[in-house]
């Protein structure tokens, strides 16, 4: 029943809360320092305010300086205090705050939760200004591209499972990016700029992105030119070997490392499974500022059918990288504690398998209920609170109308609709047999098992995987 | 692994999102009046927000004038363009809102998320100004007590299966609070906040409450004393039928309503074995606005022993009621839809667990990993890889070390420091064997498993129930 559900969601957040006090009760001392900072900020609240061990705060100042030319989306807040408050615009940022905070230099979690960026909605396209993330991150230092390949592994195996169609993604090196930009004659202070140019290939033509770099950010046109020369190009493990064998390429310390660890990263990948998901391609940037290694973003393939139809334009479903810096910033001393990971995008997602099932007619769903507890007679209300007690007692997902004396038919009906496979009927005759009638909703078969057998029989009928449709 | 734990939650919010999203589409009409209502809000946006279909935001009025005294906590905020928001106070008033801006008339759900109260923070007690909460509420027009006894089954099943300790939940009625304030002379205009008094008679004496109603509130003392000889009374099923004979409580129509439906209630929670929990309380009152029914309240119980060390002192972990008003005031047409639910405080109940993990020294278990894959020699890194993979791919919740070449000893104490039960260890005899070496953690026996078997072998070990400690 929902409170299991809710009940190891509990369990799950106690675990991660747990780990977390421990650290924060052990490094004290450290978090003081943090205190010290937000001192000013705080003098603003009640007296009571300053007692306080822990800092709860995590003001504005968290976020900015993070996202590059993305920050004027984050969403500034003043409260009834007039303290300056921001809500949070993705969870990676907030993750590498709690690592610093707390000291941790080596954890590996999922999070689901609420983003918000002020930006303009597109809701046919899953676009909104609050929003679910689903990311996953490994940090600590560990062997090269063990984790990233993980973290690519765990991205197909979330968007084969959701059957969203067929995808690809697009991997690239923030490092092979500035030792392209360094060899292509891109002046330091424009790396980050250009890059952001760069990120826009996916939506613009080459054209429109070299007249910005040349127009609005005063690149020189042979420069750009070089740039688009590498840009255009994308391929799998050859493309990667034949850059290194790049003769100006190959000679920048930068790109030479990124080109030797996507070889490596290729090599992993064809040991899980997915070397044919990923495609090598030199015009991913990501616009945030805070990768600093490989980065990799999903797109939906159209399939030829799709194509002539409307297309669904909802872009990059799932993104991510290596973020080795991040930590640091937020670390008195700043102690570096390397990072890897990826966000899904919820809604995005969301609003394709919606249109899947719009098209295929499917019904979704909503319940994970196993049983509903009925009755074939009135009269039978006591009976069924009883019974559905005890199925919940034993971890049976259950559920009953709650009327007094529904008719039978109703009953199954409202099976049909939620899509309960089993009906567990209570008749005056089935009670002093000491039996209980399960009834499969599919194939309208009945059978009467005696009651104790019933928790057994309803487990065994009911042991099918999770299907989402 | 962790991907699959993600992919059931998303799973989960899709289904509840598809559900959501064709009633609204269904009802595109009705949601442009509350468009209508928002217009002089939405004119401080851009023109392009004009365009939007659905109403995206919940702006502060959503929050006012529905958590009466306790309305000051409300956490209210101002964005750069001047709008005027609040973070949520409850999960209670955004699911009442949800449920009339989609003309959903009946849904039972679970919700966990974060709210906001801008109070003193109590650290050890579990009380922060940003909290999650995890609610449960069935929505819809049903047999009286059959969805609020499902509520109170619900509570306490959570309650006893984290282990917290021995509790009890106290119940009483809105309808029996009010009959009670009428025979007892309290004017009507005077009911709800002489009922935030009665609320604090868990924290202060009686002598405290009776002096804050007459000298505050404005009193008069007969009044307040012949409240006092109510509201210091509580019992069980037995208070019910004693005051159900009270000559002036009974000539009450709504008192009498309210004993009624407690009757049955009691009747019920008999039925599904928790009457024994259940403490029929005159002094609970609830502070909030919003109740109109049953309301409740879990309060953990102290064993002698506990009562002679350090009070926990985190108050109420549980809380809940009927709430029928609710939805009918974010309906442009004032329909009603009844509603029951229940807020379990989480940090207070995280803080319980911690002390009493601290006293007794004991780990908390913070992954589900089945099985480490480890391997015996080096060199063996892509073996793992190959291994792993086809664990995942299974539904195996797999781990492996992100080293190239780590040794046995630590993959082994890697395993003893985070609870994994199972080591699946790769050696070069074993390559050559087609077997793996199957490891218990525990009892440190190792079994060679032909690799075709091993997915098998390492479900059958593992199909214990979840357990939190």
Redesign the interface.
Known sequence: ???R???????????????G?KQQKANAEQIEEEVAKLLKLKAQL?P??GK???V?KTPKETLTGKYGEDSKLI???????GEL?SLRYDLTVPFARYLAMNKLTNI???H?AKVYR?D??A?TRGR???F?Q?D?D?A?Q??PM??D??CL??MC??LS??QIGDFLVKVNDRRILDGMFAICGVPDSKFRTICSSVDKLDKASWEEVKNEMVGEKGLAPEVANRIGDYVQQHGGVSLVEQLLQDPKLSQNKQALEGLGDLKLLF??LM???IADKISFDLSLARGLDYYTGVIYEAVLLQTPAQAGEEPLGVGSVAAGGRYDGLVGMFDPKGRKVPCVGLS?G?ER??SI??QR?EALEEK????ETQVLVASAQKKL??ER??LI?EL??A?IKAE?L???NPKLLNQLQYCEESGIPLVAIIGEQELKDGVIKLRSVASREEVDIRREDLVEEIKRRTSQ??C?C
């Open positions: 029943m929902a409170g559900a809710a009940l190891e969601e509990l369990v799950r957040l106690q675990g991660e809360r747990v780990r006090l009640g009571d305010e306080q061990k822990f709860l969403y500034d807040l003043k409260d009834q205090g408050l590996k979690r999922y689901i002020r303009n909605p809701m909104y200004r609050e679910y689903c996953f490994i600590g560990f062997d063990i984790p390949a993980e592994k765990i195996e979330i499972s959701l090599e992993y040991l899980f499974g899904i919820v997602i969301f398998v919606e099932l979704v769903r909503t319940t209300l006591e609170l009883k007690s919940w007692d971890g009953l709650y009327k007094k995987p999770l989402i």
